[in-house]
């Protein structure tokens, strides 16, 4: 297991990317972060706090759950879904940024796209993900990105919030080469495990 | 893992209390779709639900149907008066048939208690029970504990008196199961004529409905269901509402914010007077867009996924 960022590093980090976003919005006052779950939530408000120390200017901070939006529901089992989607403001007109820990396949993105435009019809959507570990399935990329590794697709990245794990870091790990090929009780062996969506980090 | 490990939902009893926290956590994750510009997401797109109702039904098959549009579904409903039933086509024949047709789902609602489990162990199709006979109606307990958590912020020790027609009552056997299984402490009331034998060694019972309601946290009225009395049962539909009928004089011995249920539909002035059915303790409307997201979370977590085809 090797850690790709540190607490120290991860908050620079954070504190960069919120600073593109002032720059990059000289209408800041319409712009809103949208984090995905689980792990984008907290990475939405953080930059949003990071933004106002930045700029003064307040940003309203959304919560999306792509559960009902995958493209692989006949693949996995259903989650139970227990915090659901809160957007609190209409999105229309405005630059929503979209906010994920992990950019991976795109798929995520993709879901979470798809159910931003259910709400309405902002003026723009960007997307903000603390790391991009390649391997993209999808046309799409991020505008502000945390940092870039490049990874092999077994392995798995995992991004670490205070306010879920009790500290912040990202972690690169090898999958376990002793443990058995993954296994869903109802779809049997999957070619593709890296996919499965439990584990942070490697979401499609 | 799945987060829901059944096949068919065909009843409360054999759930465990993680199971129904499942349900209900995932009902409450699903209710916020229902307020949003665009009430559809496409979590069930290409799955195909056959409402299979033999008993009428309006709250609860329209709730259904609400659900599965809500969720992508798409659904016919079979109003058993107006198809092949009428020309003496088997319940296992109708369901084959259909069946041929490749659905993924059957929401059934039969007179016969264990109608539901009969097809569960003949068809492929998932089974929701939406009521058998005096047996079960598992979504309308749910919808109910759903209704109670919102209000009460939990179900572990809540007093709630279930009051009326227990004999002929699916709901308030699921109910029963339900609450018991969280830790809620159930009183059951009504006349003697209207308490199933036996039922006691499930929890107490009363034939006062004041004693039922004194200090509870919720009262569940019942409808007399005079459909299913073949005669004898009371004396008379006014003598019954000055015995067990719940006015506002009787509300005021429960807790003060006290929460009043009916599974509906009402019968104003037998089982519940209607400045009750009316005021402000009143959640019977709650219960109902309730019971849409409850429907919602058991058709997510049944069909979501692989869980229609294992």
């Excluded at chain 2, 946290?217 to 003598?239: T, W, Y």
Aim: proline letters at 6%; a positive charge.
């Amino acid at each position: 297991m090797g850690e790709l960022m540190d607490a120290a590093r991860f908050s620079r980090t954070l504190d960069r990317m919120a600073h593109e976003i002032v720059e990059r919005h000289p209408d800041l006052e319409r712009a809103a972060l949208v984090g995905v779950r689980s792990r984008g939530v907290p990475l939405a408000h953080r930059l949003a706090r990071l933004v106002k120390r930045a700029s003064g200017v307040d940003l309203p901070v959304g919560a999306l759950d792509i559960s009902l939006y995958r493209d692989d529901f006949t693949s996995i089992a259903a989650q139970p879904i227990t915090k659901g989607t809160h957007i609190p403001f209409s999105i229309d007109g405005r630059s929503v940024i979209v906010v994920d820990d992990v950019l991976f396949t795109g798929r995520t993105v993709r879901a979470a796209l798809d159910q931003l435009i259910d709400f309405g019809r902002p003026a723009r959507i960007e997307l903000a993900v603390l790391v991009d570990r390649g391997h993209r399935e999808l046309p799409i990329r991020a505008d502000y990105v945390g940092k870039t590794v490049s990874t092999s697709r077994g392995q798995i990245v995992q991004v670490k919030v205070q306010e879920e794990d009790g500290s912040d870091g990202v972690l690169i790990e090898e999958r376990e080469p002793s443990a058995p090929p993954a296994v869903n009780r109802r779809t049997g062996p999957r070619k593709a495990p890296a996919r499965r969506p439990q584990r942070p980090g490697k979401r499609p | 893992m799945s987060g829901f490990p059944h096949r068919h939902l065909l009843g409360i009893e054999p759930l465990e209390p993680s199971d129904i926290e499942t349900l209900l956590d995932t009902a409450d994750g699903l209710k916020e779709v229902l307020d949003r510009p665009i009430k559809k997401v496409p979590a069930l797109r290409g799955k195909t639900v056959v409402n299979l109702f033999y008993e009428p039904s309006t709250r609860t098959r329209s709730s259904f149907e609400i659900a599965e549009k809500v969720l992508s579904a798409d659904s016919l409903s079979i109003a058993t008066a107006a198809s092949s039933v009428t020309k003496g086509e088997t319940l296992l024949d109708t369901a084959k048939n259909l069946e041929a047709m490749n659905p993924d789902m059957f929401v059934v609602r039969h007179s016969a208690a264990g109608a539901p489990h009969f097809l569960a162990r003949h068809c492929r199709s998932a089974i929701i029970n939406a009521g058998d006979g005096a047996h079960e109606h598992p979504t309308q307990a749910l919808l109910d504990a759903l209704t109670l958590r919102q209000r009460k912020g939990r179900l572990k020790g809540l007093r709630v008196a279930i009051v009326g027609d227990i004999l002929h009552s699916r709901v308030a056997r699921s109910n029963v199961w339900l609450l018991t299984k969280m830790g809620a402490e159930v009183v059951l009331c009504g006349p003697p004529t209207l308490i199933p034998p036996g039922i006691e060694a499930l929890c107490p019972v009363t034939y006062r409905i004041d004693e039922a309601i004194e200090g509870a946290d919720a009262v569940m009225m019942l409808r007399i269901q005079l459909e299913r009395m073949s005669g004898g049962f009371l004396p008379s539909l006014r003598e019954y509402f000055q015995r067990f009928g719940l006015d506002e004089a009787r509300v005021r011995r429960a807790k003060k914010d006290v929460v009043i249920l009916h599974p509906g539909p009402m019968n104003r002035g037998v089982e519940i007077a209607s400045e009750v059915a009316d005021g402000p303790y009143s959640v019977i409307l709650d219960q109902v867009t309730n019971g849409v997201a409850v429907r919602m979370a058991v058709l997510y977590l049944l069909l979501g996924g692989s869980g229609g085809t294992a």
